[in-house]
């Protein structure tokens, strides 16, 4: 019996006993949500204070930087000083001229150049430079419009022995050369509408980068003005505007040899280091005799400045000029 007794009481003792509540785990479930809570709440005020002093205290700062990185001020040539006699009456001035330019990228490949050159060959009516009828003169032009052709580079690598791929590996700077010694004369006879897209492509290809070179600066007609300012969003690079020209008056015929002459295309290569050394572009016109040549330092006068505006592949977007230049009389 009291062993009966002593069963039932511990029965008893054991159902007042509180049962578990599910272990010590679950009674810190809360607190490590609260924690990351807290995480989570610091790390977006942190945000919000990172973000109030980028855009409050920062803001000007990264604007100019940014403004620093897509905009970029180059120089351009303005027109040449006008020469005078003694009385005040001009001996030689400039003419205006309607020009096509255009203003290469940072980033534009050959592929690049080759498509835009098509594009505007369509747009204008290009004269056939003499070099390009040439049949030995215009081939290695003729070849680099070719081989900007993606398709026609992989054609034309193909055709590298073993020894010019070994040749490659050891010197990279040779691959372009190599190639183009695997070109056919065959695949470089062109049609004359060809030919032009070919000049057009040399120009450009002739240009640095954010240098401005002219496609067509005579005889252009308001209708060419017209259409490639209409397309221009089309066109990256080019833009119309106005070139010169030098006009000498007609009475003073006499002395046109004392004035002397102003290139046409550039620098000339004989000259072109020392004028490079002193801040010319090479597609800068100079004095090449007389007293165009003698006061050249006067007569180049300052240069225009542009601002151009480069999108995220480093193409130019805008252009626009800020300052004409000056030019210098004598």
Do not use: C
Not at 76 to 81: A, V, W, Y
Not at 125 to 144: F, M, T
Not at 242 to 252: G, I, L, P
Request: hydrophobic share 35%.
């Amino acid at each position: 019996m009291e062993n009966k007794n002593a069963k039932f009481w511990q029965k008893k003792d054991k159902q007042k006993e509180p049962k578990p509540s599910g272990g010590g785990r679950r009674s810190h479930i809360p607190f490590r949500l609260n924690f990351l809570f807290f995480i989570i709440f610091g790390l977006f005020i942190a945000l919000i204070v990172q973000l109030g002093y980028l855009q409050i205290v920062n803001g000007e700062n990264i604007t100019k930087q940014l403004k620093e990185f897509s905009v970029v001020k180059v120089s351009g040539s303005s027109p040449r000083g006008v020469i005078y006699d003694a009385t005040g009456k001009p001996l030689v001035e400039n003419q205006a001229d309607p020009a096509i330019t255009f203003t290469r990228g940072n980033k534009m490949t050959g592929a690049d150049l080759r498509s835009l050159a098509e594009k505007l060959n369509e747009l204008i009516d290009l004269p056939i430079p003499d070099k390009l009828k040439d049949e030995k003169l215009g081939k290695r032009d003729k070849i680099d419009f070719w081989l900007a052709d993606e398709d026609n580079f992989q054609k034309a690598y193909n055709r590298l022995s073993k020894d010019d791929k070994a040749e490659i590996a050891k010197d990279s700077s040779k691959e372009y050369n190599l190639v183009v010694a695997k070109v056919k004369d065959d695949e470089i006879q062109f049609d004359d509408k060809t030919l032009q897209a070919t000049a057009i492509f040399t120009t450009m290809n002739s240009a640095t980068a954010l240098n401005t070179v002219y496609i067509k600066n005579r005889d252009v007609t308001d209708e060419e003005l017209a259409v490639v300012a209409e397309r221009s969003a089309d066109l990256p690079g080019i833009s119309t505007g106005t070139d010169w020209s030098r006009k000498y008056t007609e009475e003073n015929g006499s002395i046109r040899s004392i004035l002397g002459t102003v290139s046409t295309t550039g620098l000339q290569k004989e000259d072109a280091e020392a004028y490079l050394a002193k801040g010319y572009a090479r597609n800068d016109r100079v004095g090449t005799s007389y007293l165009e040549k003698q006061y050249e330092d006067v007569l180049q006068g300052t240069k225009s400045q542009s601002e151009i505006t480069l999108d995220r592949n480093g193409n130019i977007s805008s252009q626009k000029q800020v300052f004409d230049g000056e030019k210098a009389t004598i």
